[in-house]
């Protein structure tokens, strides 16, 4: 089964290794980007020109993002029936302790730092996609869409 | 240097305890493992009564759902309706592969959820690729001072 993941990531850099590291890990997972955090909410609510967007299997979320910041998506997704469960994932520059507290009280369901060595960060993505995508049992698509 | 992590199993099954403890061990060898063999003891060391009075804050649980006394699910929702306990990253490690155990889990807030193979080397690969995961991947909240 094709797994959609949607990425919410403002750096053109970032975007790029990530899609590359999935598409080496799996060239079946179908990647989805929002580039702020207001669009990353119109994509979940499939408002605008989102109408059609399917509900992603799980999600990776950047905290420091432009127009809304990643603590308010992650709390936003949390507070909503239909799309809490989906696993959202933090990958973010920050090592700092608020932050994983933080996150983890606003339910993300894992917090990852992202490396700053090229190959340490690929192989992060790979590690994601062998635990998240291949082990762990996802939630399947809520029947109503 | 790391500090040395704590880990709690809650699990009532020997064979899975052992398989467990030996896949953490091969990944960090310094570590706390506790093992709960059911969820009214589970609830017990984690709010630190009795016995368990001086039981330290796990960073990572690992939560079986079928347990005597209190059911998985109810120690779920007893760990993430707290504010103290919701914060640690609980993994579900179950054999159920129903749909509506799954969803219910992560309505629950479990952090994620995996389903125990029957056959014994892929159950030890997976436990052995959680624990890499959670350990050595995973940034984990940080252990909170001792309030005087």
Redesign the interface.
Known sequence: MNRIVLLVEDSPGDVRLTREAFRDADPQIDLRIAVDGVEAMAYLRQEGVHIDAPRPDFILLDLNLPKMDGREVLAHIKEDDDLKTIPTVILTTSDAEADIVTSYKLQANCYLSKPVQLEEFESLVKSINDFWLTRVKLPQQALSN | MDKVKTILLIEDCPGDVRLTREAFRGVEDVLRFHVAADGVEAVSFLRREGVHGYAPRPDLILLDLNLPRMDGRQVLSVI?QDDDL????TVVLTTS?M?AD??AV??L?A?????KPVEFDAFEN?VR??S??WLT??????QQRARC
Do not use: G, H, S, V
């Open positions: 993430k919701k914060t640690i990253p592969e749909e799954i969803e992560y309505q807030r952090n994620c959820y995996l389903t997976l690729r959680t890499i995961f991947m995973a940034r984990l909240p940080p």
